[in-house]
């Protein structure tokens, strides 16, 4: 068994990201400008924009945050988005997820510029990801292809079960398995999906994302196949500072010892996340300088 080393493999591109941010500057550029909004307080959302902020220092991006309280108008946060969609010195920006109830989500994922659409999410850039065009590929599935691309998985002619089908994790993860480049054969399962625990016992390659800790156990998994833990739920821990740790959807004691590939959690498909976001940034400050 391999363990897929998420934290060390997005260090390594972290790198390459610095070096083409060096370059760029070098030849006179301004830096790669990303910018996140965050409306409200909620904890998780506040981590994850800190994450995003450091990631953005770590490679020399510029970063910018644009705080609403809970409160704020869905007008209000609209025009927000227009005055990013125009500002020429920002390559890319991200609106914090989730959104307070009476604001709605769909319409502001619409309302950004899919040139600026680092997260992916808006239906131009998942439409181009569909039928294979150049698109900004939505964080954690860009993130596990990359994974499985450096740890040379075979993928052609394997079967592939994608467990979950929501738009930012299981959907464009089924989709991307199925391109040319990685020639999977996929099946993508989800809450209603009848005899789950054979059907995740016949994939070469499973990816568990269903947000259910410790859903996948051994015997449903076949020897030698490749997993991909993407759960990540925090459950209390009176073992870490927090309060809480992060668990996956995959029981890893279990199922790792059948693996030929597994992502630990966390340290697997966590870290490769925030990475991609930062190579979607510098995709969109190349194609501002191409312009
Ligand atoms: P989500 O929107 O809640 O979607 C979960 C999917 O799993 C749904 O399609 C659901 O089916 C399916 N599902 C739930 N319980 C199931 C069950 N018992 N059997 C079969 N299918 C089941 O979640 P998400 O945003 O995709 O995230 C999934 C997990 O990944 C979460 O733990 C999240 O925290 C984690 N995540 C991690 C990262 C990372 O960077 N590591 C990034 C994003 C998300 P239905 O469609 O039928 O409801």
Do not use: W
Not at 56 to 61: L, Y
Not at 119 to 147: C, K, M, Q, W
């Amino acid at each position: 068994m391999q363990l897929i080393d998420g934290k060390a493999t997005s260090k390594v591109i972290k790198e390459e990201i610095r070096t083409e941010v060096n370059k760029l500057v070098a030849a006179g550029h301004r830096p790669p400008h990303l910018a996140a909004i965050l409306v409200g307080h909620d904890g998780g959302s506040e981590t994850y924009v800190a994450y995003k902020i450091k990631d953005c220092e770590e490679v020399g991006f510029r970063s910018s945050l644009v705080r609403f309280e809970d409160d704020v108008e869905e007008d209000v946060l609209l025009g927000k988005i227009t005055d990013l969609n125009d500002d020429k010195e920002l390559d890319g920006f991200i609106v914090q997820l989730p959104l307070p109830g009476h604001i709605n989500e769909q319409k502001v994922i619409e309302a950004i510029d899919p040139a600026k659409d680092v997260d992916g999410f808006h239906p131009v850039n998942v439409g181009r990801t569909v039928i294979g065009l150049p698109s900004y590929i939505s964080a954690t599935p860009y993130g596990i292809i990359e994974l499985l691309r450096r740890y040379k998985i075979e993928t052609s002619g394997k079967h592939c079960v994608v467990v979950g089908r929501s738009n930012i994790v299981g959907r464009p993860m089924s989709i991307l398995m199925s391109q040319k480049s990685i020639n999977a054969t996929v099946t993508v399962a989800h809450s209603r999906t009848k005899n789950l625990e054979e059907l995740c016992a016949s994939a070469d390659i499973l990816i568990a994302a269903l947000g259910a800790p410790g859903f996948i156990k051994g015997h449903m998994v076949k020897e030698g196949a490749v997993v991909i833990d993407v759960g990540t739920t925090r459950v209390p821990s009176s073992e870490t500072k927090s309060g809480f740790r992060l668990k996956g959807d995959v029981v890893f004691e279990e199922v790792a010892p059948k693996c030929s590939f597994i992502t630990p959690v966390p340290g697997g498909v966590g870290p490769m996340t925030r990475v991609s976001l930062l190579s979607n940034t510098l995709l969109a400050a190349k194609r501002n300088i191409g312009d």
